[in-house]
């Protein structure tokens, strides 16, 4: 399927410059002190008019008549180039890019320019890393998934949590990619922090709609996330020292403009702190800690060819171990006790690009990730008994996860600037551990050992994409494409076959009006514990008797630029998704030996509203506000009656405030305030003794519940101030970074419980865990 592709896009190439007079300007585009790739560079030819951008490899294809060109390449943050010669035959120009040092001096010069308007594509926001380096956050780690619970459609869960609830989907309905491979539990500390270091990060790019057709397999969102390759110039270090964690970047050259490398690390010692107070208080020895650990290198065999082989490695642990001995002599008994919970995901990547013509650009990936979670309960018992050593064992452990193995191809095109063509395809092998209980025993009384529980699945997925970003008029846009899909599984093999299409009008030099439509297909599903606060989270994929996810959205807008920096964007969407699952009331990923089928419901959702985002990109003080107003609701005919219930987390009301401000080279402050309409929760709206005979000091009162998440906790506001003050040292740059997390001390609701007053009168407590936080953090570069 591929090959043929591959033949036609040379024969339309040669065709095309058989007919007409015109020849190609390609090249890379890359930062001039580093080496690395600006993604999304934008070049322009000020004579015919016409422009490109650079893909995610920095690679940039402009086909134009054989006449003189003026070339302007620009990034923002860096300054401009240009380029001018007259075009008489295809030609490579590399380019290397140098920053500004005086951020505040960039200007939007030209329409032209603006992506804003620009660009077919809607429902997309490029993440300032700028923005996650300075805003506040909590415990003062930086961290990319607080930034974009900031953004307009997108909602944070629970206080504190570094999950992302995009458009009313669920955690597992967002595609969060690193360097192109699949995430499966993007989180830390029990959903506190993310897994992403920002030092090793490159680039970030959030779409809520709209999908290109290259992505696909959730339904609301995708994050972008592209890792830095590795300096080719110098050997640069970055890292810092905080509350909780410390972390640590190295980069530098192999081979000089040839090979390069990057590792970048990150080490909690909460453990560390917390052991002398856990041991204090007995025999106890415990603690919990996570680490993350990016590695990349990257080779350069000619201008055309080069390889890179990336890897991720994070996991979290909690242990506990306890040994305590009683008696003497022969009545001497040790008694021993561990207990462990951890989770993490290992990813690897090997990627080649190659440039077959100056028009078709490739990327071939191998990737390899796997995600996995373990309880584990171990207890032991030595003692005499009757002159004779007795031992007994127990130990009980709960495995799940999932593995893959996968193979890709993606083409980029250019035949000319008005037609900008991917395509490519997709091979994944599934591995599936919905849950696993293993329990062993030895006694004098009982010998077990047993596993029960779902068994291993295995699946096999693929996809083919095709799409094409083409120029109809100077004033109209369109970006169409189709997602080709299919999932087979035991004895069932599901297709979708799913159309995208988005488009832009301009009004104006200043306005442009944007829709789009897009059908997205999901074949996992995550069977979430909601309140647990463990990533208990299980994937399971479409059986024979689980259909995959489905969903159809719809979008519009306008984005118009103010005045010089000011840009402001008005969007309204409906989704509609099918093939939902909940657990049946009471039903959780743990108990017996039946399978996880027999535990869900399937149903339906909704979720429709409007989005405004203000941004200031230029000057000292730059950020933005972003507004949703939302509705999103669910359905299940075997759950509240079979009637529509709001999801857990609608929120009818989202306002963020995120600004920065740089007095000089050596201050700058930013400033963060949130507020959201309150989660809804699910609470009895009656309370009645039990039936006559029940022990009622045992089992209290029985609530009785008229409706899924029939109240509103209350409201949710917070502001957060962060200064940081930067030195140039002898050997590079330090950073102090302070910080205020909830600032006035807002008692916000985590969890909502019932009590009783010493009076026995019941009443609703809320429970409130980060009040004021102050923070503070050592960053430095060399």
Known sequence: MIRPLIILCLLISTFAEAQTPAYTISGTITDQASGEALIGATVYDYISGKGTTANNYGFYSLTLPSDSVRLRYSYVGFQNQMQSFFLKVNVSVDVEMSGLTELQGVEITSTKDNDLIEKTQMSTIDVSLDKVRDLPVLMGERDVMKTIQLLPGVQSGSEGSSGIYVRGGGPDQNLILIDGVPVYNANHLFGFFSIFNTDAINSVKLIKGGFPAEYGGRLSSVVDIRMKEGNTKEIHGEGGIGLVASRLTL???????????????????????????IRAQGDVDG?????DLNAKINHKF??????????????????????????????????????????????GALRWNYIFNPKLFSNTTVTYSNYDFNIFNESSSKYIENGNPVENYSRIEYLSGIQ???????????????HYIKFGGNYTYHRF????NRYKEQSQYAREDTTYGSSKIYANEFYLYAEDDFKISDRLKINGGLHFSGFAVESKTYFSLQPRISGRYILNENTAVKASYASMAQYLHLLTNAG?????DLWVPPTADIKPQLAHQIAGGVARTLKKGYEISLEGYYKKMNNLLEYKDGATFLGNASDWQTKVETGEGWSYGGEILFEKKTGKTTGWIGYTLSWTDRQFENLNNGEK???????????SVAVTHKFNDRVDIGVVWVYGTGNAVTLPTERYLPAQGFNTNYYGDVGYIESRNNYRMPSYHRLDVGVNLHKETKYGSRTWSFGLYNAYSRQNPFFL??????????????????????????????
């Open 251 to 277: 980069e530098g050259p192999i081979v000089k403009d040839k090979t390069s490398f990057m590792i970048s690390g990150r080490r909690t010692y909460i453990d560390a702190l917390a052991r002398p107070i």
């Open 287 to 291: 603690g919990y800690y996570f680490y």
């Open 302 to 347: 000619s201008d055309r060819s080069r390889m890179y082989l990336s890897g991720y490695f994070g996991k979290d642990r909690f242990f506990a171990k306890d040994s305590y001995n009683y008696g003497s002599g022969n009545n001497l008994q040790e008694d021993r006790y561990e207990a462990r919970l951890q989770w993490g995901n290992g990813i």
């Open 404 to 418: 893959d193995w996968s193979g890709k191809v993606d083409f980029n095109y250019l035949p000319n600037p008005d």
């Open 433 to 436: 551990n919905p849950g696993i």
């Open 532 to 536: 647990i606060g463990l990533p208990t």
């Open 645 to 655: 219930f709001p999801y857990r987390y609608d929120r009818r009301h989202d306002l």
């Open 753 to 782: 419980y019932f009590s009783s007053d010493r009076f026995g009168n019941t009443r609703l407590t809320q429970l409130s865990i980060f009040p004021i936080i102050p923070s503070f953090s050592y960053n430095f570069k060399f």
